[in-house]
């Protein structure tokens, strides 16, 4: 059984840092594009940052909207990718979602609330 499980999300202050983490199980991990997509109320769901599998070395990317701020990283040994995030802003609060991505398979989380309020 194929299950993504994100932590790490809560209110945080502006400027302040959050790290959100996703565990996974049911299938290879380690093989699969990791990647974290958050929504914000009324909007459409937007890519945040991609990590790529062990077999292209675990490249990253970013949106152009949190890059310097945000980082990804994954633990194969642990199954679990994270993100780093920095210097929040409140354009950042949405709900946040692990995928991994194997070609044409995908698997989702059920979300992560992140809210950057004074």
């Known amino acids: 059984q194929v299950q993504l499980v994100e932590s790490g999300g809560g209110l945080v202050q502006p400027g302040g840092s959050l790290r959100l983490s996703c565990a996974a199980s049911g299938f290879r991990f380690s093989s699969y594009a990791m990647s974290w997509y958050r929504q914000a109320p009324g909007e459409e769901r937007e890519l945040v940052a991609t990590i790529t599998g062990s077999s292209t070395g675990g490249s990253t990317n970013y949106a152009d909207s949190v890059k310097g701020r945000f980082t990804i990283s994954r633990d194969n040994a642990k199954k679990t990718v994270y993100l780093q995030m920095n210097s929040l802003k409140p354009e950042d609060t949405a709900v946040y979602y692990c995928?991994?991505?194997?070609?044409?398979?995908?698997?989702w989380g059920q979300g992560t609330q992140v809210t950057v309020s004074s």
């Open positions: 995928n991994a991505q194997f070609g044409y398979l995908g698997y």
